[in-house]
T-cell receptor, first 113, second 112 residues
Framework: KAGVTQTPRYLIKTRGQQVTLSCSPI?????VSWYQQTPGQGLQFLFE???????NKGNFPGRFSGRQFSNSRSEMNVSTLELGDSALYLC????????????FGPGTRLTVL | GENVEQHPSTLSVQEGDSAVIKCTYS??????FPWYKQELGKGPQLIID?????GEKKDQRIAVTLNKTAKHFSLHITETQPEDSAVYFC???????????FGTGTSLTVIP
């Protein structure tokens, strides 16, 4: 069974730009969560989508948004990029919407210059 | 919201020795506690998890214990091997979805 895939793996943007990251969950998984990982703040929850609906949201500004499609694939968008948005963005999928085993993708490394 | 604390931040052990990593959580509603291993350049990988109705769970050289009263849980790795070297994260979640709160990580080094 294929694992969670994330594209692109690396991205370089400049301040003020916007970016869209993509995540394809494991087949049959309907829950997709996004996390930001930085050396200073660790792993921080961004949001979770389940059956195309945002189920939970972390404490991030409105510049961070996401969506989920009917095939469970998910995208997250960051608008008006800031230097502090440089991070590894991880996507995790789970079979159900309740706390369950989460399987992480390799992440997208975003660098904002 | 939930607050998960993890100790120690770094841990070095000799190959064959045991390693113990401890986490505490603040929200008594949390009921699912996974542990992840993250190697350089990779996403976190689930290695073991425990739910609040269980006090201990073991999988070969890895075990997790949970004390709900004290709100702490621990990861135990026995007979450590160099390939166990990685960053380990604990996490906690309650039954409202998959919003996980992570500890700050423990960098484990197993010295051959």
């Amino acid at each position: 069974k294929a694992g969670v895939t994330q594209t692109p793996r690396y991205l370089i943007k400049t301040r003020g730009q916007q970016v869209t990251l993509s995540c394809s969950p494991i087949s049959g998984h309907r829950s997709v969560s996004w996390y930001q990982q930085t050396p200073g703040q660790g792993l921080q929850f961004l949001f979770e989508y389940f059956s195309e609906t945002q189920r939970n949201k972390g404490n991030f500004p409105g510049r961070f948004s996401g969506r989920q499609f009917s095939n469970s694939r998910s995208e997250m968008n960051v608008s008006t990029l800031e230097l502090g948005d440089s991070a590894l963005y991880l996507c995790a999928s789970s079979r159900s919407g309740r706390p369950n085993e989460q399987f992480f993708g390799p992440g997208t490394r975003l660098t904002v210059l | 919201g939930e607050n998960v604390e993890q100790h120690p931040s770094t841990l070095s052990v000799q190959e064959g020795d045991s390693a113990v990593i401890k986490c505490t959580y603040s929200d008594s509603a949390s009921n699912y506690f996974p542990w992840y291993k993250q190697e350089l350049g990779k996403g976190p990988q689930l290695i073991i998890d425990i739910r609040s109705n269980v006090g201990e769970k073991k999988d070969q050289r890895i075990a997790v214990t949970l004390n709900k009263t004290a709100k702490h849980f621990s990861l135990h790795i026995t007979e450590t091997q160099p390939e166990d070297s990685a960053v380990y994260f604990c996490a906690a979640s309650e039954n409202t979805g998959n919003q996980f709160y992570f500890g700050t990580g423990t960098s484990l080094t197993v010295i051959p």
